[in-house]
């Protein structure tokens, strides 16, 4: 059998008993037994998942600033100091997502973007096509390790045991704000819905730190918890809720596009403001089922205005039913059918989250 890319921490999966499978060419876990206790443990205290696999990308030069206002439909001259992060969708001209991403402001002049691992090769090809007539480095970190521990008992599990004694200081954080200390990085940040810190480190020092969140009785968590987690919350992921074919704005994005200032010429934003100017078509909402049975992706919904389609669905564990995010036409009304092994069950038409913090929002 021919062996996917490996972390870091391979090694640590298999010795943990996970289930290992491949996520855009990396072998990855997607369970150590159980990925309903896996996403109660992030709901209700802390987990942690080998994020090794995203994209790192490290952004310098005299014009890095100007670049990413033209490559991202968010506006980092928002981030005001160095530490400060946002969410941002890259585009195509015609307004396709390409990908989303999270940036953060480095001292300096500099910029760290973490991007999907799927999207790897596409991503750094389109940077650097879009960057020739730009002043800026584009440099990968193909040697840092990356850890996310997420939960509401997190931050605290984990301040003691970041190196460098950083805990202290990576606690004064908000959301959407990092720690660059040499080759430590902590983010504020994570796709769980919950509270907790994105990690980077060398490799050495970040399987030290595995090692010692597992002996502080972290949960070790898969692909599968991260996914249920991230459908609870809301959270579109690359390649079903979004890609080249839509934009954000029929994607539930649209608070992520920075139209001030109105001269700002990111690309896609021509593409965008005709749609702004049109009522749009479709739009992304969440879905309770009201029957039995599970909700998947691809499945058929129909709604009063029309059908729809099903991008992300499953069981919800918080919940105890099944949940989806669904493109449906925009004048759909709040009930719908899903059609799930050729009968239509019954479902709500909601505004996502399903869950924030722990709590039930629908």
Not at 77 to 103: E, H
Not at 149 to 162: C, D, I, N, T, Y
Not at 182 to 202: K, P
Not at 214 to 228: F, N
Request: aromatic content about 6%.
């Amino acid at each position: 059998m021919q062996m996917g890319k490996q972390t870091d921490f391979f090694e640590r999966h298999l010795a943990a008993g996970a289930r290992i499978v491949d996520f855009g060419g990396w072998d990855m876990p997607l369970h150590y037994g159980s990925q309903l206790d896996e996403h109660h443990a992030v709901r209700n205290g802390a987990g942690v998942f080998d994020v090794s696999h995203m994209t790192v990308v490290d952004v310098a030069g005299a014009d890095s600033r100007n670049w990413l206002r033209r490559l991202l439909a968010n506006d980092v001259g928002r981030l005001s100091s160095p530490g400060k992060g946002l969410y941002s969708c890259m585009l195509n001209p015609a307004g396709g997502v390409i990908d989303d991403l999270i940036v953060y402001r480095r001292r300096g002049s500099g910029y760290r973007v973490i991007v999907n691992a799927a999207t790897r090769d596409t991503d750094l090809e389109w940077m650097q096509a879009t960057a020739a007539d730009f002043d800026v480095a584009i440099n990968e970190r193909s040697d840092l390790a990356m850890l996310a521990v997420q939960g509401p008992a997190a931050r605290e599990k984990v301040a003691p045991l970041l190196p460098e004694g950083l805990g202290k200081e990576a606690l004064q954080l908000g959301t959407f704000e990092s720690l660059d200390h040499d080759d430590v990085f902590v983010a504020r940040t994570g796709y769980t819905g919950e509270d907790g810190w994105e990690i980077l480190l060398e490799p050495a020092a970040a399987r030290k730190l595995w090692d010692a969140l597992i002996a502080a009785g972290v949960q070790p968590c898969g692909l599968g918890a991260r996914d249920t987690l991230r459908l609870e919350a809301g959270l579109n992921l690359y390649g079903q809720d979004m890609d080249t074919q839509t934009s954000p704005l029929v994607s539930n994005l649209g608070w992520t596009v920075c139209w001030e200032p109105g001269d700002r010429d990111f690309i896609g934003r021509k593409a965008l403001e005709e749609q702004r100017e049109k009522e749009l078509s479709h739009r992304l909402v969440g879905l309770v089922l009201e029957d039995r049975g599970v909700i998947r992706t691809g499945q058929r919904v129909v709604t009063d205005a029309g059908d729809g389609r099903v991008t992300s669905g499953g069981f919800s564990p918080t919940l105890e039913c099944s949940i989806a995010l669904a493109r449906v036409p925009a004048d759909a009304g709040e009930h719908c059918e899903v059609e799930i092994r050729s009968n239509l069950k019954p479902a709500r038409v909601v505004r996502p989250p399903f869950v924030k913090q722990g709590q039930r929002q629908v």
